[in-house]
């Protein structure tokens, strides 16, 4: 036996904090640190699925809250990036979905808010950006999803499969088929 002695506290506090917490994130912060640097990535992420900004906070808000709840069910702390993107991109499609969405979609633009003229060297680009704004918002909001996570986020098929709960061969259709949407979308009038 060493001479060492071991604080009891110590030992009850090391204790708590792994029965509070998912296995390696041994302190809440650490949620909390994650949280803080992904922010806004989450946003972007949420914003392209329910195509409103202010869905997109609320589905993240959303998002957030349900993982603060189910924290301790992440089991593996290299996980916590897609477990927070399937959380929030599952809230964006409800949210996307709901009727209080769709109308502030229909009626448009809020009071107060105008356009914002792009400076003049991007000028040219504007109609292309614009246009891929169109058609993107075309899309259902699973095509949105999958699009959003795979080509946006950089996640596998399969990894996209897990993050929205469907099949990765109903993942690949929904690709395909919003890939051949937006390229008919985006096609030059007379080529």
Same mark, same amino acid.
């Given at each position: 036996?060493?001479?060492?002695?071991?604080?009891?506290?110590?030992?009850?506090?090391?204790?708590?904090?792994?029965?509070?917490? !998912?296995?390696?994130?041994?302190?809440? @912060?650490?949620?909390?640190?994650?949280?803080?640097?992904?922010?806004?990535?989450?946003?972007?992420?949420?914003?392209?699925?329910?195509?409103?900004?202010?869905?997109?906070?609320?589905?993240?808000?959303?998002? $957030?809250?349900?993982?603060?709840?189910?924290?301790? *069910?992440?089991?593996?702390?290299?996980?916590?990036?897609?477990?927070?993107?399937?959380?929030?991109?599952?809230?964006?499609?409800?949210?996307?979905?709901?009727?209080? @969405?769709?109308?502030?979609?229909?009626?448009?633009?809020? !009071?107060?808010?105008?356009?914002?003229?792009?400076?003049?060297? *991007?000028?040219?680009?504007? !109609?292309?950006?614009?246009?891929?704004?169109?058609?993107?918002?075309?899309?259902?909001?699973?095509?949105?999803?999958?699009?959003?996570?795979?080509?946006?986020?950089?996640?596998?098929?399969?990894?996209?499969?897990? $993050?929205?709960?469907?099949?990765?061969?109903?993942?690949? @259709?929904?690709?395909?088929?919003?890939? @051949?949407?937006?390229?008919?979308?985006?096609?030059? !009038?007379?080529?």
């Amino acid at each position: 036996m060493s001479g060492e002695m071991t604080n009891p506290e110590s030992t009850k506090t090391v204790a708590l904090d792994r029965a509070i917490a !998912p296995a390696g994130l041994r302190a809440e @912060s650490e949620l909390g640190a994650f949280v803080i640097e992904h922010y806004d990535r989450l946003l972007r992420l949420a914003r392209l699925v329910c195509r409103d900004g202010a869905d997109a906070g609320d589905a993240v808000q959303s998002g $957030l809250e349900q993982a603060w709840r189910q924290r301790a *069910a992440l089991r593996d702390p290299e996980r916590l990036r897609p477990w927070l993107d399937r959380i929030v991109v599952r809230e964006a499609i409800r949210m996307g979905r709901s009727p209080r @969405s769709w109308l502030r979609r229909a009626v448009g633009l809020r !009071p107060g808010i105008a356009w914002i003229e792009p400076p003049d060297a *991007a000028a040219e680009q504007v !109609p292309n950006w614009t246009a891929l704004r169109i058609a993107f918002g075309a899309l259902s909001h699973e095509q949105r999803a999958v699009v959003a996570l795979h080509l946006y986020a950089g996640y596998s098929v399969i990894e996209t499969a897990e $993050l929205v709960g469907a099949p990765p061969e109903t993942v690949r @259709s929904r690709l395909r088929l919003a890939k @051949s949407r937006l390229r008919r979308e985006l096609e030059e !009038p007379g080529s």
